[in-house]
């Protein structure tokens, strides 16, 4: 199983961007989707969570101005970003509980989409 994330890029102070993850392999079903950013010098955090109903909750930091949602049918997950602030500046990276086709919950981590946010 792979997360193949993109979507990061450069950006100014109130601007948008959005990121994505598809999951791909031998996949059955994926419980609970992830995003976590890791600033330069900082430890990783928790940016947001989907479950596989669709319930969500999002770090302080970012509440009301990021989304996280996910297309079960395309093992995707979403995070749309607005009001970037400079302090959003980090690697984001995606993260999933994987269900196998033996039945076997693994899990798994994409690799690093680099969002700045500068004037």
């Known amino acids: 199983v792979q997360l193949q994330a993109s979507g990061g890029g450069l950006v100014q102070p109130g601007g948008s961007l959005r990121l994505s993850c598809a999951a791909s392999g031998s996949i059955f079903d994926i419980d609970v989707m992830r995003w976590y950013r890791q600033a330069p010098g900082k430890e990783r955090e928790l940016v947001a969570t989907?479950?596989?109903?669709?319930?969500?909750n999002y770090a302080n930091s970012v509440k009301g101005r990021f989304t996280i949602s996910r297309d079960n049918a395309k093992n995707t997950v979403y995070l749309q970003m607005n009001s970037l602030k400079p302090e959003d500046t980090a690697n984001y990276y995606c993260?999933?509980?994987?269900?196998?086709?033996?039945?076997?919950?693994?899990?798994?981590w994409g690799q690093g989409t680099l969002v700045t946010v500068s004037s």
């Open positions: 993260n999933a509980d994987v269900r196998n086709t033996a039945r076997s919950l693994t899990n798994y």
């Open positions: 989907i479950s596989s109903f669709g319930i969500t």
